[in-house]
């Protein structure tokens, strides 16, 4: 049974730093595509950042680029996303998913889903 649950969530000021932690189980990490996406508050879910099963350097959402970095650790099973340069527009609940398919970064791709993580920017 697949399951992701996200951790490492807070309340940061502008220009903070948080990382996100997402544990994986009921898979093997090497064979499925896996992202980090977020929701604001009345907007649509998005994808943050996305690592393919085929590894190679992760895509990252042009508004990230620069602050965030995604990482793997295969032997705990565990996908980070750091969060540098934290802005307000960043506060959203966090998510990590996973599939197995060929997909893009988008929210429709992913079938397994964690339970979420909220982030808040703010001075």
């Known amino acids: 049974q697949v399951q992701l649950v996200e951790s490492g969530g807070g309340l940061v000021q502008p220009g903070g730093s948080l990382r996100l932690s997402c544990a994986t189980s009921g898979f093997i990490l090497d064979y499925y595509n896996i992202g980090w996406f977020r929701q604001a508050p009345g907007k649509e879910r998005e994808g943050v950042s996305c690592?393919?099963?085929?590894?190679?350097?992760?895509y990252y959402a042009d508004a990230v680029k620069g602050r965030f970095t995604m990482s793997r650790d295969k032997a705990e099973n565990l996908v980070y996303l750091q969060m540098n340069n934290l802005k307000p527009e960043d506060t959203a609940v966090y998510y990590c998913?996973?599939?197995?398919?060929?997909?893009?970064?988008?929210?429709?791709?992913?079938?397994?889903w964690g339970q979420g993580t909220q982030v808040i920017v703010s001075s």
């Open positions: 998913a996973t599939d197995p398919g060929l997909i893009r970064c988008v929210p429709s791709d992913y079938d397994y």
């Open positions: 690592i393919n099963s085929s590894g190679g350097s992760p």
